[in-house]
C-alpha cells in the first residue's frame, strides 16, 4: 500500500496526504527552518486535501502571519503549537498521564499534551514534580496507576522517569529536555539516565520532542 500512497507535490515539499489512512493520524508539520509562505501553502493544501493541521515548534509570529489565512487555527502558546482538526478525534478510553518535572519543562510537557488531545485522548497533568522533592510525586501515585500509558518530561538528570516507571505497571515513555546546567549538555546527561533506566518498561524518545512521546502514547492507548 505504501508504493501506491498519493503525495500532494508542492515542488518544494511533498505532503503525505495518505499518513492517516495508513497511520491513523495526519503528517505533523515541523515548523522551524520553513519560511512563511512555504507554511501558508503547506496549511493550505493539508485543508484542501482533508488532512488535520498539526504545526510543531510554531514560534507566535508564524502562527500570528497563519492566523489571518486560516482563522479557525488554534494555538497553544506554552506548547508553541498550532492545530485546526477536519473534525474531532474519536475519544479513547484509557487516561494518559504526563509528568512534568520542573516548571522549566513545561513547554516539552505541553506540547506532549497538545498531541494527546489532538489525537481524542483523556489527559492528567502532572507538574512540578520532580525527585528533588519525591514527596510531590508520592502523593499522586493513586492517579498514575489508573493510567494506561505515562509520559514523564525530565531534563537536569532526568531520573523522574525511573521513579514514575517502578510506581506503575503500565508503559512509560520518557521525554529528556535540554533544560539544565553545562554537564546537562543540552539534555544528553538526561537521555542517557532514561536510556539506562534500571526499571523495565521505559521508553525514550529524543531530546525535547515532546510530539513523539504524544504520539507514541496515543498509539499504545489506542489498543486500551
Not at 501515585?141 to 503500565?170: D, R, T
Not at 542517557?192 to 523495565?200: A, D, F, V, Y
Amino acid at each position: 500500500m505504501a508504493l501506491k500512497a498519493k503525495y500532494c507535490e508542492l515542488g518544494f515539499a511533498k505532503l503525505d496526504i495518505d499518513r492517516k489512512e495508513r497511520r491513523g493520524f495526519a503528517e505533523a508539520i515541523y515548523c522551524p527552518g520553513k519560511d512563511r509562505g512555504h507554511l501558508k501553502e503547506i496549511s493550505r493544501q493539508m485543508l484542501k486535501n482533508k488532512q488535520d493541521l498539526l504545526l510543531t515548534k510554531l514560534d507566535r509570529k508564524k502562527f500570528a502571519y497563519l492566523k489571518k489565512s486560516f482563522p479557525k487555527l488554534k494555538y497553544n502558546p506554552r506548547a508553541n503549537f498550532g492545530y485546526l482538526l477536519q473534525k474531532p478525534e474519536r475519544k479513547k478510553k484509557g487516561l494518559v498521564a504526563v509528568v512534568c518535572a520542573g516548571t522549566s519543562d513545561i513547554p516539552v510537557a505541553e506540547e506532549a499534551v497538545a498531541t494527546l488531545e489532538a489525537m481524542g485522548n483523556r489527559v492528567v497533568k502532572l507538574y512540578d514534580v520532580g525527585v528533588a522533592g519525591v514527596h510531590r510525586v508520592m502523593g499522586h501515585v493513586p492517579v498514575l496507576q489508573k493510567a494506561c500509558v505515562v509520559v514523564v518530561v525530565a531534563g537536569m538528570e532526568g531520573a523522574l522517569a525511573s521513579l514514575v516507571s517502578g510506581l506503575v505497571s503500565c508503559p512509560v515513555v520518557a521525554v529528556p529536555t535540554s533544560c539544565g546546567y553545562g554537564a546537562n549538555f543540552g539534555g544528553l546527561a538526561a537521555l542517557l539516565t532514561m536510556l539506562n533506566s534500571c526499571s523495565p518498561g521505559v521508553t525514550v524518545v529524543n531530546i525535547d520532542n515532546g510530539f513523539g512521546a504524544g504520539y507514541f502514547a496515543s498509539l499504545i492507548n489506542e489498543d486500551k
